[in-house]
Antibody, heavy 119, light 107 residues
Framework: EVQVLESGGGLVQPGGSLRLSCAAS????????MTWVRQAPGKGLEWVSG????????HYADSVKGRFTISRDNSKNTLYLQMNSLRAEDTAIYYC????????????WGQGTPVTVSS | ETVLTQSPATLSLSPGERATLSCRAS??????LAWYQQKPGQAPRLLIY???NRATGIPARFSGSGSGTDFTLTISSLEPEDFAVYYC?????????FGQGTKLEIK
């Protein structure tokens, strides 16, 4: 069974940093791209970042480019999102999801980890 | 950046009725459009990918159509569990964007 489980969320002050993790199991992790999607309280979904299976290709939404870094450790079946220079508007639930290797859609999602940026 | 506009923002229908949700792209996305369902407190669930392909385990009452800039998600006969928020998602070379969502509520 495919499972992805996010962790690392919490309360952080504006300008601070946080690293999210996403532990994956039940599939060949290094063969699949992965992605982060966020949802601000009461709002819609926003794509944040994606990474290829090898980790050689990374992609970002304009809203986080230069502040967030996506990475992965295929030996640990884990995806990361390093978030720096956090702003109040980064407050959201952050979901990780698998990227289907054929259709490039987001197949399997975790339950999310909440991030709150506030002083 | 490709902007997706969903309509209506809210759709009020009764169980058994037919639901038609629209998603319009600011530029052609070919058929690279997917539909997701999200219920309160839950992660989104993939319903339709590449405009018209049902994801694994999705009931046949869900169908998708369209190409280029205009897409439709149709639920042929609403079940009580179908009342939720629906999002469309487009992809263009690893750059993605979601529509703002359509809330399907019970009338």
């Amino acid at each position: 069974e495919v499972q992805v489980l996010e962790s690392g969320g919490g309360l952080v002050q504006p300008g601070g940093s946080l690293r999210l993790s996403c532990a994956a199991s039940g599939f060949s992790f290094g063969s699949y791209g992965m992605t982060w999607v966020r949802q601000a309280p009461g709002k819609g979904l926003e794509w944040v970042s994606g990474i290829s299976g090898s980790g050689g290709g990374t992609h970002y939404a304009d809203s986080v480019k230069g502040r967030f870094t996506i990475s992965r450790d295929n030996s640990k079946n884990t995806l990361y999102l390093q978030m720096n220079s956090l702003r109040a508007e980064d407050t959201a639930i952050y979901y990780c999801a698998t990227v289907n290797s054929g259709s490039y859609n987001f197949d399997y999602w975790g339950q999310g980890t909440p991030v709150t940026v506030s002083s | 950046e490709t902007v997706l506009t969903q309509s209506p923002a809210t759709l009020s229908l009764s169980p058994g009725e037919r639901a038609t949700l629209s998603c319009r792209a600011s530029q052609s996305v070919s058929r690279y459009l997917a539909w997701y369902q999200q219920k309160p407190g839950q992660a989104p669930r993939l319903l339709i990918y590449d405009a018209s392909n049902r994801a694994t385990g999705i009931p046949a009452r869900f169908s998708g159509s369209g190409s280029g800039t205009d897409f439709t998600l149709t639920i042929s006969s609403l079940e009580p569990e179908d009342f939720a928020v629906y999002y469309c998602l487009q992809r263009s070379n690893w750059l993605y964007s979601f529509g703002q969502g359509t809330k399907l509520e019970i009338k």
